[in-house]
């Protein structure tokens, strides 16, 4: 099955840029789309942004115009692009992704830490 391996989460301070990256173990044609989530105790996980196969993009109301999702199938890798980062953007950011069958793949989590 599919394995989703994420990386890129670190702290930085407000104003500040980060990039996700999540790695996939089979091609990224096998899935239908790929997401990312965050959460923080307490608090329900959040979807943020997602990216179809044909490249349509949508985001929280929250992070447009500040977050980017990316994909690069040659490297079967796809990404979160994070500029102008806020203390409320602080989470554990998590990949996600949903093959042509709906079944769920889950990266294991990644914390952004924004201070001001």
């Known amino acids: 099955q599919v394995q989703l391996v994420e990386s890129g989460g670190g702290s930085v301070q407000a104003g500040g840029s980060l990039r996700l990256s999540c790695a996939v173990t089979?091609?990224?044609?096998?899935?239908?789309?790929m997401n990312w989530y965050r959460q923080n105790p307490g608090q329900q996980r959040e979807l943020v942004a997602s990216?179809?196969?044909?490249?349509?993009?949508n985001y929280e109301d929250s992070v447009k115009g500040r977050f980017i999702i990316a994909r690069d199938d040659l490297k079967k890798m796809f990404y979160l692009h994070m500029t102008s980062l806020k203390p409320e953007d602080t989470a554990v950011y998590y990949c996600?992704?949903?093959?042509?069958?709906?079944?769920?793949?889950w990266g294991q989590g990644t914390q952004v830490t924004v201070s001001s």
């Open positions: 990216i179809s196969r044909d490249a349509l993009a």
């Open positions: 996600n992704a949903q093959d042509w069958f709906s079944r769920p793949y």
């Open positions: 089979a091609t990224l044609s096998s899935l239908k789309i």
